[in-house]
């Protein structure tokens, strides 16, 4: 097994094992997490002028970012759910954008609203984590 392989294989069974006894919250966080990682590769390809690894970057964060948004239930969070998702909608606009026109600012920008999100649902205190999957 060459050295790039076995990266591979702990990256697939670490991510597994993480999934496997996570909390709702917890699992949210890690998609939180995902979507920072792939906007920060994809401005790192966009400055390496990469544009098919940073269309597949920014491909996955877009992918992740569908996956919160289908987290959310309007009909529980109420308006607060309703501004998330539009928020949610709004951030792949900008993405798509970036992509387009090559735009690392539109990167930093969506980088900056999913690390405010976070930082909201990581304050979560534990004893509501339980209760908590994304509404």
């Known amino acids: 097994m060459n050295a790039n392989a076995a990266v591979q294989q702990y990256r697939q069974n670490h ?10 919250h917890r699992l949210v966080q890690m998609l939180m997490e995902g979507a920072l990682e792939k906007v920060l590769a994809a401005k790192g390809f966009m400055n390496n002028k990469d544009i098919a690894k940073k269309g597949e970057q920014i491909s996955w964060a877009i992918s992740i970012i569908d996956s919160l948004r289908s987290c959310l239930n309007v009909e529980v969070g109420g ?18 954008e970036a992509n387009i026109k090559n735009d690392p600012a539109l990167l930093d920008e969506v980088g900056q609203l999913m690390l405010q999100i976070k930082s909201g649902w990581d304050a979560i205190p534990a004893e509501h984590h339980s209760t908590t999957s994304g509404k």
């Open 79 to 96: 308006e607060f759910a309703r501004n998330l998702l539009n928020l949610y909608n709004y951030m792949e606009q900008r993405l798509l």
């Open 15 to 24: 991510v597994h094992g993480g999934i496997e006894g996570a909390s709702p």
